[in-house]
């Protein structure tokens, strides 16, 4: 049972870290993409400012944090997690749970769909508009992404601190 419980905690724990990354990642898109409205055949200091090629590396460096950390994540809420519900859980909380391990399809695919749009901007062979504009789009899909993350996460920490409650109350009740 403490295992149970030390589960649910690292995973709550979880959610707060990636939180965060998910905060950075989106103001690192939103600085490369002001710095593509300069126009790029000037020498530009900006101090504190990444030039467009350090700005979408540092991007897809981060992004391959984040997606390695989610899968890890999603991994063990899908392993163990998913075994702790089906051993210690009542049936509405191991549906819920259920469903929104469901979402996690979807969450990857936004990952990869991202983690392409980079690669493509790195590239740099698109005519300026072009790349401004997928840069734009790039923005607001993280943006609605890291939404989507935060909601998915937000249900699941209700449903986890509920089970970390009955563990907790089964336990002592075993003492």
Request: without cysteine; proline residues 2%.
């Amino acid at each position: 049972m403490e295992d149970a419980i030390a589960l649910i905690d690292k995973i709550i724990e979880e959610h707060k870290t990636i939180s965060q990354e998910l905060q950075d990642f989106e103001q690192i898109a939103n600085d490369a993409k002001a710095i593509t409205a300069f126009d790029k055949s000037k020498e530009v200091f900006m101090p504190g400012r990444f030039n467009d090629k350090q700005g979408l590396e540092a991007f897809a460096q981060l992004l391959d944090t984040i997606t390695e950390g989610m899968h890890g994540h999603f991994g063990r809420e899908e392993g163990p997690l998913m075994g702790v519900l089906k051993e210690h859980g009542e049936e509405e909380l191991r549906t819920a749970m259920h469903s929104l391990l469901l979402e996690h399809e979807n969450l990857k695919k936004r990952l990869a769909y991202t983690k392409n749009e980079v690669t493509i901007l790195q590239v740099g062979k698109l005519p300026t508009q072009l790349w401004q504009a997928r840069g734009y789009d790039m923005r607001a899909y993280i943006t609605h992404t890291r939404n989507l993350f935060e909601e998915h996460a937000r249900l699941e920490q209700d449903l986890l601190h509920t089970l970390r409650s009955e563990l907790s109350g089964k336990q002592a009740r075993n003492s």
